[in-house]
């Protein structure tokens, strides 16, 4: 007997509430909630909810959660590969509130698969870089590693 998914974006927030963001709960997530390769802005905005959460994260987590901002951002909006300025300031807002390595992960992925973005997009994106955020100086030496 098949049932039917709950895909509704405050699915995805009940990540939060369980404490634990794990491989099984990503793929989860890729086969039922994103399964059409829609990301809404509400679900956009609910992705980083559990970005911000205190919630461990597994390491699928920030490989999905980078492609399915970049998605929302470049490729669902019209012209694609373009950072319109409200989707720049709506995606620098949601940076800022959750200031974490995945979050700023996703703004550089963004500018680096954009055609075209704001200069100013890319000058945030170095000052938060510089600024000293939490993680990213691991991150970066991670990066620099491998």
Same mark, same amino acid.
């Given at each position: /007997?098949?049932? $039917? +998914?709950?895909?509704?974006?405050? =699915? =995805?927030?009940?990540? =939060?509430?369980?404490?634990?963001?794990?491989?099984?709960?990503?793929?989860?997530?890729?086969?039922?909630?994103? #399964? &059409?390769?829609?990301?809404?802005?509400? #679900?956009?905005? $609910?992705?980083?909810?559990?970005?911000?959460?205190?919630?461990?994260?597994?390491?699928?987590?920030?490989?999905?959660? !980078?492609? /399915?901002?970049? &998605?929302? !951002?470049?490729?669902? #909006?019209?012209?694609?590969? !373009?950072?319109?300025? &409200?989707?720049?300031?709506?995606?620098?807002?949601?940076?800022?509130?959750?200031?974490?390595?995945?979050?700023? %992960?996703?703004l550089v992925? +963004?500018?680096?698969?954009?055609?075209?973005?704001?200069?100013?997009? =890319?000058a945030a *994106?170095?000052?938060?870089?510089?600024?000293?955020?939490?993680?990213?100086?691991?991150?970066?030496?991670? %990066?620099? *590693?491998?």
């Open positions: /007997m098949a049932f $039917e +998914v709950d895909r509704s974006p405050t =699915i =995805i927030s009940a990540l =939060i509430h369980g404490g634990v963001v794990s491989g099984l709960d990503v793929a989860w997530l890729r086969r039922e909630v994103f #399964a &059409d390769g829609q990301v809404s802005r509400e #679900a956009a905005e $609910e992705l980083f909810a559990v970005a911000r959460s205190k919630a461990t994260k597994s390491p699928e987590w920030t490989e999905f959660f !980078v492609e /399915m901002i970049t &998605d929302h !951002v470049l490729w669902q #909006a019209r012209p694609t590969g !373009v950072v319109a300025g &409200d989707q720049a300031e709506w995606l620098v807002g949601q940076v800022d509130r959750a200031k974490t390595p995945e979050a700023l %992960a996703a992925n +963004v500018l680096s698969e954009a055609h075209r973005a704001p200069p100013w997009l =890319i *994106a170095k000052a938060r870089v510089a600024s000293g955020w939490p993680g990213v100086e691991k991150a970066l030496a991670a %990066a620099q *590693a491998g």
